[in-house]
């Protein structure tokens, strides 16, 4: 953690704001200081950006009315993270700061007025010659707040400020104290044994950048307003709206391709069959419309990429589109060894056509215990009351090896193959639905090319016995992968073209996920699993914002965590075992999370 650039010492040359700028060259206090000065030499400063952050916040609360609400900026709260801000800069320029409080890592952008989340904002470079950090120092403003001393002083300047400063010594006094309180608890927050406000800035000043895609997804919004009025990031942004219901009846089967078309006993058994509790996503609605209304087409859209992280339903999506087209589903999961013969088929010894011959009639072990005489007349022909059990188990042995020496002496000497479908291959020749999981793991990129032939009109391939398969109209291939997690590379520009939708799947709504996991687990505690599902969110937030990338917590974690707590009945507990092991391979990143994101929502 980059401690101390948030207040460098070229900051404390700048001119200090009205009405205290008459102090700007007679900045050192050594009267009044913070409770946190523990150093020997008691002193406090008088500090120009911190000054401006407290005189703005004191400007939102109590404004004077000379100010429109665009011009005085907000402050506001997102869960029990961040806390997100709207500065507007004596440049001119609004500075929209999102403060991490777990971690002290900041996000910010510098937008043009009138702003707004369609705007692309400039990089906030923290410098000399630049922006002086008022804007940040105003983002910690809230936390910094919750300190006795801080807020008793702030009230002070504020009822200065109430009476158009006729004590200027005791505004003075009341400055010098805030901007001490809040220095050193920024500059040693790590000793402080407590009131340490973290802070993360670079070294170089340049603070990482809010993209305007992660504004209009609502990656930031706030869920409380503090003060003032948003102009880019908007309040609620954040929550998503329940998906419609699709109910099953009107699904299942409601998407055919071929009305003429009569599936086999064998194949009927594998049409998925979808589970009750499992919410059809409108995305694979709209997969199941696209492929039955443009079947009468010259080109049908037959290829279709699902992308999403881990725990999204890519999977159970692709089985649904199969239960909605009433399609045989087959699969291929993709390793960094896959090559093109594990998708097309493979030429095998024919090892079963052998041992096929050599399955004779042989009496058991059991059969020579009880019954000898039986058991030998099997093997010989003949009956014979006296024979011993040993002489019958000696006789099984050389008739086994007489027959395997005969069998063996009459075949060629050549080794026999045969070739051997794979479910891509058996789904091109009969129709089926097939979901290839996970290409983007394969190592050599050209494999997928080679299907190309397969996904574009002409719809055949060769197959490695030089057959050449045609694949049937029916045939529906769903490519299921997520493009960030370790191991995973860019799929192929070629490959990508040739599919017809391709669907990005994101985290389902709060309530969509409550259901699902309540039905996969069985689960009646619907209140414990709402806020285990508020804590996954939670911390799936965090690693993103912290770029904690060596673990998982998605929606196949919650499923463990419930189906923990439902055996131990503890809701920490059961998530040591789970989430929290799963997250992350470092003990401090876990500490940071368990604190961070399961302990302060789990006190709410």
């Given at each position: 953690?980059?401690?101390?650039?948030?207040?460098?010492s070229?900051s404390?040359?700048?001119?200090?704001?009205?009405?205290?700028?008459?102090y700007t060259?007679?900045?050192i206090?050594?009267d009044?200081?913070?409770?946190?000065?523990?150093?020997p030499?008691?002193?406090?400063?008088?500090?120009?950006?911190?000054?401006?952050?407290?005189?703005a916040?004191?400007e939102?609360?109590?404004?004077?009315?000379?100010?429109?609400?665009?011009?005085?900026?907000?402050?506001?709260?997102q869960?029990?993270n961040f806390?997100i801000?709207?500065?507007?800069?004596?440049?001119?320029?609004?500075?929209?700061?999102?403060?991490?409080?777990?971690?002290?890592?900041?996000?910010?952008?510098s937008?043009?007025?009138?702003?707004d989340?369609?705007?692309?904002?400039?990089?906030?470079?923290?410098?000399?010659?630049?922006?002086?950090?008022?804007?940040?120092?105003?983002?910690?403003?809230?936390?910094?707040?919750?300190?006795?001393?801080?807020?008793?002083?702030?009230?002070?300047?504020?009822?200065?400020?109430?009476?158009?400063?006729?004590?200027?010594?005791?505004?003075?006094?009341?400055?010098?104290?805030?901007c001490d309180?809040?220095?050193?608890?920024?500059?040693?927050?790590?000793?402080?044994?407590?009131g340490g406000?973290?802070?993360?800035?670079?070294?170089?000043?340049?603070?990482?950048?809010?993209?305007?895609?992660?504004?209009?997804?609502?990656?930031?919004?706030?869920?409380?307003?503090?003060?003032?009025?948003?102009?880019?990031?908007k309040p609620?942004?954040?929550?998503?709206?329940a998906?419609?219901?699709?109910?099953?009846s009107?699904?299942?089967?409601?998407?055919?391709?071929?009305?003429?078309r009569?599936?086999?006993?064998?194949?009927?058994?594998?049409?998925?069959?979808?589970?009750?509790?499992?919410?059809?996503?409108?995305?694979?609605?709209?997969?199941?419309?696209?492929?039955?209304?443009?079947?009468?087409?010259?080109?049908?859209?037959?290829?279709?990429?699902?992308?999403?992280?881990?725990?999204?339903?890519?999977?159970?999506?692709?089985k649904?589109?199969a239960?909605?087209?009433?399609?045989?589903?087959?699969?291929?999961?993709?390793?960094?060894?896959?090559?093109?013969f594990?998708?097309?088929?493979?030429?095998?010894?024919?090892?079963?056509?052998?041992?096929?011959?050599?399955q004779?009639?042989?009496?058991?072990?059991q059969?020579?215990?009880?019954d000898?005489?039986?058991?030998?007349?099997?093997?010989?022909?003949?009956?014979?009351?006296?024979v011993?059990?040993?002489?019958?188990?000696?006789?099984?042995i050389?008739?086994?090896f007489?027959?395997?020496?005969?069998?063996?002496?009459?075949?060629?000497?050549?080794?026999?193959?045969k070739?051997?479908?794979?479910?891509?291959?058996?789904?091109i020749?009969?129709?089926?639905?097939?979901?290839?999981?996970?290409?983007?793991?394969?190592?050599?990129?050209?494999?997928?090319?080679?299907?190309?032939?397969?996904?574009?009109?002409?719809s055949?391939v060769?197959?490695?016995?030089?057959?050449?398969?045609?694949?049937?109209?029916?045939?529906?291939?769903?490519?299921?992968?997520?493009?960030?997690?370790?191991?995973c590379?860019?799929?192929?520009?070629?490959?990508?073209?040739?599919?017809?939708?391709v669907?990005?799947?994101?985290?389902?709504?709060?309530e969509?996920?409550?259901?699902?996991?309540?039905?996969?687990?069985?689960?009646?505690?619907?209140k414990?699993?709402r806020?285990?599902?508020?804590?996954?969110?939670?911390?799936?937030?965090?690693?993103?914002e912290?770029?904690?990338?060596?673990?998982c917590?998605?929606?196949?974690e919650?499923?463990?965590?419930v189906?923990?707590?439902?055996?131990?009945?503890?809701?920490?507990?059961?998530?040591?075992?789970?989430?929290?092991?799963?997250?992350?391979?470092?003990?401090?990143?876990?500490?940071?999370?368990?604190?961070?994101?399961?302990?302060?929502i789990?006190?709410?």
């Amino acid at each position: 953690m980059a401690i101390g650039n948030l207040i460098p010492s070229w900051s404390f040359g700048r001119n200090l704001p009205s009405p205290f700028e008459d102090y700007t060259d007679n900045n050192i206090r050594t009267d009044v200081y913070s409770k946190y000065c523990i150093q020997p030499n008691k002193r406090s400063t008088l500090h120009a950006s911190t000054l401006r952050a407290i005189l703005a916040y004191m400007e939102l609360e109590s404004p004077d009315g000379t100010k429109s609400p665009e011009e005085l900026g907000a402050l506001g709260s997102q869960g029990n993270n961040f806390t997100i801000a709207e500065y507007p800069s004596r440049t001119g320029k609004l500075h929209v700061i999102v403060y991490n409080r777990i971690n002290g890592k900041f996000f910010a952008g510098s937008y043009t007025r009138p702003a707004d989340a369609e705007s692309d904002p400039e990089k906030y470079l923290m410098k000399e010659t630049e922006n002086s950090g008022a804007a940040l120092l105003f983002a910690l403003l809230p936390t910094a707040m919750a300190d006795d001393e801080f807020n008793e002083h702030y009230q002070t300047l504020k009822k200065c400020r109430d009476d158009g400063y006729a004590d200027m010594e005791e505004a003075v006094k009341a400055a010098a104290v805030l901007c001490d309180n809040l220095y050193r608890r920024i500059r040693y927050t790590k000793s402080l044994s407590t009131g340490g406000i973290p802070n993360d800035i670079p070294s170089s000043g340049t603070v990482q950048k809010i993209t305007p895609l992660s504004v209009q997804k609502g990656t930031y919004a706030p869920t409380t307003t503090i003060l003032g009025t948003f102009q880019v990031i908007k309040p609620g942004a954040a929550i998503k709206k329940a998906a419609a219901f699709i109910s099953q009846s009107d699904f299942i089967g409601k998407y055919i391709l071929s009305e003429s078309r009569t599936l086999t006993p064998q194949e009927e058994l594998t049409v998925p069959r979808l589970e009750s509790w499992y919410i059809i996503p409108t995305e694979i609605k709209r997969i199941c419309e696209h492929a039955k209304l443009t079947t009468s087409t010259v080109s049908p859209m037959r290829n279709f990429l699902l992308r999403g992280p881990a725990g999204t339903g890519k999977t159970e999506g692709a089985k649904a589109i199969a239960a909605g087209l009433h399609l045989p589903y087959r699969c291929i999961t993709c390793s960094a060894n896959t090559e093109i013969f594990d998708l097309l088929g493979q030429i095998l010894p024919d090892v079963d056509g052998k041992l096929s011959t050599l399955q004779s009639e042989y009496p058991t072990f059991q059969d020579i215990t009880l019954d000898p005489a039986t058991a030998y007349q099997k093997l010989t022909g003949t009956y014979d009351e006296n024979v011993t059990e040993d002489t019958v188990y000696q006789k099984l042995i050389d008739t086994i090896f007489e027959e395997m020496h005969q069998h063996y002496k009459d075949q060629s000497s050549h080794q026999k193959f045969k070739y051997v479908d794979t479910p891509l291959v058996e789904a091109i020749r009969y129709g089926y639905l097939v979901e290839l999981q996970e290409p983007t793991v394969i190592a050599n990129p050209g494999v997928l090319v080679r299907l190309n032939s397969l996904l574009d009109r002409c719809s055949s391939v060769f197959l490695p016995n030089g057959e050449i398969v045609s694949r049937h109209p029916d045939t529906t291939i769903i490519v299921t992968t997520n493009n960030d997690y370790a191991g995973c590379k860019q799929m192929n520009q070629s490959v990508i073209s040739r599919m017809n939708l391709v669907i990005d799947l994101e985290e389902p709504d709060e309530e969509t996920l409550i259901q699902r996991v309540l039905g996969i687990t069985g689960c009646t505690d619907k209140k414990s699993v709402r806020t285990m599902a508020r804590i996954i969110k939670a911390v799936s937030e965090y690693c993103r914002e912290n770029l904690i990338t060596d673990g998982c917590c998605g929606v196949r974690e919650l499923v463990s965590w419930v189906q923990s707590y439902m055996v131990c009945g503890d809701i920490r507990e059961a998530a040591r075992y789970t989430i929290l092991s799963s997250v992350s391979a470092d003990a401090e990143s876990r500490a940071e999370i368990e604190t961070g994101c399961l302990d302060s929502i789990l006190a709410a």
